[in-house]
């Protein structure tokens, strides 16, 4: 193949690859954009439910509660550690009972244990429900969780409506009262504090997945537990607000392929460049060589 062509054909496809790259990485930010913008509609019953994520606000920690044996306690008793946090309400006849069943499924997979590295605070936002409602929600969670004297680290609270309203509204959890079914309206998600009582990570749903849930409660405790391959994982993974998980860094990775990607072609490019060059002029080549020959004296 003539030099001319061969170098026509690598800047063809140098040029494809620079513009297969530019796609890849600005239409990801794009397409996530354009799916955030959809709303999706509400009925009227839920137009004022919903989760509000409100990262970093302080949540007010001397709201005064009732703990699962009637005692008064406060959010800054259980301060000091991360802490997970679910509104609930007891005898709500589903999604608290999977939400709260969540927790202890990813607490179970976890090696860290409530009362030792982190907290777990459940508080009712029924104002009528009573701390006996609440000892028997505890008792039936920690047949489940069965891990020794970890029954310090769960507290399932009770208290007034301004209470659990100032704390629901602090921190995004929009609920509603529906007094033709006697029941709550409300979203399903789980909030891990940092110790100091502030927002760190929402999850949604009613399934935490172990590994998120351990890197938010490393993440909320300023690396203060967890091991160096934790923060190792989360030096690759990143929070992702709008799913309410960890995701890989798959933009930069991409960035960073498509450096490596470019700098393949450059190197490339040039070696065929300095090839058709000695191609094209032999002669030079060896008198350059010849030049740079140190010279032998004689005997």
Same mark, same amino acid.
């Given at each position: ?6 170098? %026509? ?5 140098f040029g494809l690859i620079c513009v297969h790259w530019w796609l890849v990485l600005f239409s990801v930010p794009v397409f996530a954009q354009m799916t955030n913008s959809q709303t999706a509609w509400k009925p009227a019953a839920l137009r004022n439910v919903g989760i509000e ?167 909320? %405790? ?41 700098? %393949?072609?450059?190197?490339?490019m040039l070696i065929m460049f300095r090839r058709d060059f000695r191609a094209a002029h032999p002669y030079r080549a060896v008198d350059t060589h010849r030049q740079t020959r140190p010279h032998r004296g004689t005997v």
């Amino acid at each position: 193949m003539p030099a001319h062509d061969l170098q %026509s054909k690598v800047i063809r496809i140098f040029g494809l690859i620079c513009v297969h790259w530019w796609l890849v990485l600005f239409s990801v930010p794009v397409f996530a954009q354009m799916t955030n913008s959809q709303t999706a509609w509400k009925p009227a019953a839920l137009r004022n439910v919903g989760i509000e994520q409100r990262m970093g606000v302080q949540v007010p920690l001397e709201l005064p509660f009732a703990d699962e044996l009637g005692r008064p306690v406060t959010l800054r008793q259980y301060s000091g550690k991360p802490m997970i946090l679910a509104l609930v309400y007891y005898q709500c006849p589903s999604l608290c009972n999977m939400v709260l069943n969540g927790i202890v499924r990813s607490a179970k997979s976890l090696k860290m244990t409530a009362g030792n590295e982190f907290e777990v605070v459940a508080v009712s936002f029924d104002p009528h429900e009573t701390p006996e409602m609440a000892a028997a929600k505890k008792a039936s969670y920690m047949k489940e969780y069965e891990r020794p004297k970890s029954e310090y680290g769960w507290h399932f609270l009770t208290g007034a409506a301004a209470s659990s309203r100032t704390l629901a509204d602090t921190v995004g959890f929009r609920y509603s009262y529906d007094a033709l079914t006697n029941q709550y309206a409300h979203a399903s998600a789980i909030i891990v504090l940092t110790p100091e009582g502030r927002t760190s990570q929402y999850f949604y749903g009613i399934e935490y997945p172990a590994r998120d849930l351990r890197l938010a409660l490393i993440e909320a %405790s300023h690396h203060r537990i967890g091991s160096a391959i934790d923060q190792v994982m989360l030096y690759c993974y990143h929070w992702d607000p709008a799913r309410g998980k960890y995701g890989l860094v798959i933009q930069n990775v991409l960035r960073i392929a498509g450096l490596l990607t470019l700098g %393949s072609l450059l190197t490339f490019m040039l070696i065929m460049f300095r090839r058709d060059f000695r191609a094209a002029h032999p002669y030079r080549a060896v008198d350059t060589h010849r030049q740079t020959r140190p010279h032998r004296g004689t005997v």
